[in-house]
């Protein structure tokens, strides 16, 4: 029986190489890449978000995890292709339009890809009209929006705006974020969730969709 939890710990510890070897060897021997996905990947990503949440583990540490994470899909992602594993949901993710920020969006990224979530990031300075192409032409059901500037915050409501007037709201649900974002304005534009961090994102996320 291969070793997920020492899979697991690669990626807490952020191992790349190990992380990449150990993917490689469970696969080998035969177990499922489900099993690596949730046993090894999200176990492990779990453990880095509660880390992080409770300060016990800082933006590098969480990098580092999530570089060795992506190693380890890297391997794993043909296999789960190849074996109809889906993706709980399709997340298209961006910071709002005017804003450059990206580490925090991509630290979200990275922990909801860890959570089994399949990623479509649109980058930075993403226009509403981009978050609904992803949903009309690649199946989004998830719109997560980071915004880190006051002034580019209106964008969001302008996002759920245009997602309205396109007839999507009700296909999608809208997760929202970032430094000077709070519940109390996620509630004034009418979006589903807000999440402080990218940890509790994965949480708000897997609520938002009805996944446990
Ligand atoms: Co800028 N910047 N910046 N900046 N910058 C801030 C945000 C600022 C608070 C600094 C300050 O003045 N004290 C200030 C905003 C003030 C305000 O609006 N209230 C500011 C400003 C003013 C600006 C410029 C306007 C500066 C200028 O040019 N005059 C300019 C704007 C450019 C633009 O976007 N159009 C600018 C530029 C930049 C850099 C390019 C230099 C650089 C960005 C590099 C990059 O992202 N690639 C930068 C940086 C690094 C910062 C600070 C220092 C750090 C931001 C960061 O990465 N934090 C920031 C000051 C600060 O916050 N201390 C500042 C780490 C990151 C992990 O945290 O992004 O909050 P954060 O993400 C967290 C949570 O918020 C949450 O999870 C993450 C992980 O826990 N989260 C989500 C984020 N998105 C989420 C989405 C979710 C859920 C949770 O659901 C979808």
């Known amino acids: ?29 035969g177990t499922s890449p489900e099993a690596v996905l949730n046993e090894g990947l999200v176990a492990g990503m779990s453990v880095v978000g509660e880390r992080f949440k409770n300060n016990e583990f800082y933006v590098p540490e969480v990098l580092i995890a999530a570089r060795a994470m992506k190693a380890s899909m890297e391997v794993l992602q043909p296999k789960l292709i190849e074996s109809g594993v889906e993706p709980a949901a399709k997340v298209a993710i961006g910071t709002v339009k005017g804003d450059l920020h990206d580490i925090g969006k991509n630290l979200v ?21 981009r978050f609904i192409e992803a949903i009309q032409s690649e199946g989004a059901q998830v719109v ?69």
């Open 109 to 129: 990224a990275m922990m909801l890809e860890g959570g089994g979530f399949g990623i479509i990031d649109l980058s930075v300075d993403v226009a509403p009209e």
């Open 1 to 29: 029986m291969p070793d997920l939890q020492a899979l697991a710990d690669a990626i807490i510890n952020g191992k790349r190489d190990d992380a990449k070897s150990l993917t490689e060897e469970a696969l080998a021997e």
């Open 144 to 212: 997560a929006m980071s915004a880190l500037l006051t002034t580019t915050m209106p964008a969001m409501k302008d996002t759920i705006t245009a997602l309205e007037e396109a007839g999507l709201r009700d296909r999608v649900k809208v997760i929202i974020g970032g430094a000077p974002v709070t519940q109390k304005y996620a509630d004034e534009i009418g979006a589903d969730g807000y999440a402080p961090d990218a940890a509790s994102a994965v949480d708000k996320t897997r609520e938002l969709i009805g996944a446990s």
